[in-house]
């Protein structure tokens, strides 16, 4: 069987190589067709094109057993640009493609002869049928252009079958994405499953001619990102097309026949333009790709969806997203709407949108007090519902929909006449997927009377309320630092000055947080009780208290050692009390009594992260889904702790022990209470009192005390491997790995990290979001902290699988020096492996 198998492989190397060199030959090559001196090719024979650009033949993208038939571009074999068979594949090399040319049909036989594909189900889109030709003279020809075209004639004029129609996941130049309106066929783009597995993925994309035409991609039945309608001269949510108009022509083509998006790319002076395509991946992101034939590599020219302004309807109806804000919820609403529900908002929740702050003055049969405000440079929210009248100006486009009271908003259906532009699109009922965009356009939303005055009155109140604010504010701060002065703060520690300065920064509104009583706590701990202690670490231990109403708590004592007088503390306390996400665990209130510092938590039943993920008999409890859920609120609660609060507080003993879960499983972090809280410009700081769990604290913290928000995001990744791979990061060695960082790295670089997913879960994950979670938990492990990425970052890229990810380099330090780990420093607060320092939950 072998050695035939080798001379079948040399014999097509040969084949293949008499064809590329008579490739460049005269016409009388039939290298690129099929016709009646050759009728069929098999595995291992290619059509390659005149000009050697494409090739098509069989290849295996995964599993070698599996054969696809395809279209790729010669430089770049895996560059495929089409696919015949991708849903059923070949399962040896004995498949033929041939042309029957008594029906005019192109078949994939297999093996024994049964039909794996065909071209007959897949009529043309210009009406004419592949199955009623003549007998004689059809003929297969893969173009230059990497379109196969099946035609009957020599002269091509008669195309009855293009693959060019059947688009997989890529479009090149002279491919269409769109629709023929006449006869309802569609040129749309479909994801594969896997890099490695080309059957048909979840995500499509489309030409949506509702309204303006629009490109949408979709997952399942979801839109998630839409292009913006089509303005004459880009598309409105991508104003930056114009821009390198000098390398692409884009295109929307409407003819009676054909709504579509075309592309080419320019020919430079210089040289044959650059070969470019563009590819809907698995996870529905859509690349442009150039070639870059001097490097040999597939260079990324543009993407999207970009960024997260980019999801569709992420700010809900009426609502506004900008990049540009300084909250990671990047909405707001248009003029004019306030937020439906603030509590939502309030927790970064925006999907439920806008609602209007003043009704409408609309009365049937005309007469009204309303008017328009210009939401300026934006995408245009989805024209779906929209009336759109190409003929009609702006002038008339607002007097329409003045005139009708079901209208919300109107703008210019197409601006590339310049000026205001003309064409009309009306919108009724809600608008959706608003964004600001450089460059973008007008839109304008109907007020009533009223708002479009008040808003003018308020930028009115601004002007002047801005600079008072500003100094009151300087005083107020200068009137604190005097305060602490005369109260004779000794103490220039940078921490005291950043907590104080960082209240004034909130703003003390003298939040009333709690006092708690000490005889309180005594009763409801009953007497610091051992049978109540749930847990204990360097900074105190933590009791379970029930208090007078019944309420259960848990009650942190703080260590007497501790060395923090009684302002400090409260200072402190207050700070922590406003920090308030669902993603960390509440402070309920506070007490000092003589030297007892106590502080006072909300009590969560469930357990800790770990007691469920490490846990043979529980790990089952938590699946992909609630896992993934539980890595995305630690992660976000994180970002809160570091930016969005307005203060940078570093948690530095972040653990899965630290992470406890609430009835619904959501995470909350916990021990932020005695985090070190920075300064608004302090970038790092160092300490000669290390305090942390091995395994979870980044190199240059447990080696020289240093530490910033990326030691943070290293014990982020830790917990991340965990999460995904159900081992401990102290379990002394894994599998001839020093520990879970090496284990993690080496199945990643080796291509098979799948192989470290919790067996509870790996049936039932999906290898796309795991692999994606893997890889972004290796990038936060690097021993660089530079190498690391923020929270932010990490909370983009865990939100939107839509960045491209950079590529980790190896985590060595840990991986090498874990088994001669060693006690660190003057650490008597550092507790080794598996000893926690300070934890809330029940054991
Ligand atoms: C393919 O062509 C060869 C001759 O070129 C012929 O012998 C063979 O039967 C053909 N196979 C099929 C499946 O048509
Ligand atoms: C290959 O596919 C054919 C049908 O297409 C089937 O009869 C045969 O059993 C398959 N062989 C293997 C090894 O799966
Ligand atoms: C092709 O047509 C046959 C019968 O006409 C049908 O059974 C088969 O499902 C069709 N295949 C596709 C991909 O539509
Ligand atoms: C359809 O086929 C007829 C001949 O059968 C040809 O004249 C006509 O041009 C074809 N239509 C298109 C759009 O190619
Ligand atoms: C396609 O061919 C079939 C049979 O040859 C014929 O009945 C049908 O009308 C043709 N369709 C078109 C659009 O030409
Ligand atoms: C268009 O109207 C339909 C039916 O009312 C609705 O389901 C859909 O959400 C609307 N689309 C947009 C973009 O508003
Ligand atoms: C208002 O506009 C909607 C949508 O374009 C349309 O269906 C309706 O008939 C219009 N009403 C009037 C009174 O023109």
Redesign the pocket.
Known sequence: MFPNFAALLVFSVLCLLSLVTSGSGSSSSSSDTLNDGRRNITDGQTLVSAGGTFTLGFFSPGTPSLRYLGIWFSASTDAVVWLANRDSPLNDTAGVLTVNAATGILLLLDGSGRTAWSSSNTTTTN???S??SSAAAVQAQLLESGNLVLVRGTGGSDVLWQSFDHPSNTLIAGMRLGVNPQTGAEWALTSWKYPTDPSTGDCRRAMDTRGLPDCVSWRGGAKKYRTGPWNGLYFSGVPEMASYSDMFTNEVVVRPDEVAYVFDVKPSSASKPPFSRLVLGEAGVLQRLVWDPASKVWNVFAQAPRDVCDEYGRCGKFGLCDVNTPSTLFCGCVAGFGPVDAAQWAIREASGGCRRNVPLDCRAGGGTTDGFKAVRGVKLPDTDNTTVDMAATVGDCRARCLANCSCVAFAAADISGGGEGSGCVMWVGDIVDVRYVDKGQDLYVRLAKSELAVNENRRGMLKILLPVTACLLVLACIFLVWICKFRGMRSRDIQKKAILSASTELGDENIELPFFSFRDIVTATEDFSNDNMLGQGGFGKVYKGMLEDDKEVAIKRLSKNSGQGAEEFRNEVVLIAKLQHRNLVRLLGYCIHGDERLLIYEYLPNKSLDVFIFDPSSKHVLDWSTRSQIIKGVARGLLYLHQDSRLTIIHRDLKSSNILLDVDMSPKISDFGMARIFGRDQQEANTNRVVGTYGYMSPEYAMDGAFSVKSDTYSFGVILLEIISGLKISLPRLSDFPNLLAYAWNLWKDGKPMDMVDSSIVDKCSPTEVLRCIHIGLLCVQDNPNNRPLMSSVVFMLENETTTLSTPKQPVYFAQRNSEAKETEENTSSSMNNMSLTVLEGR
């Open positions: 009406g004419n049928n199955s009623s």
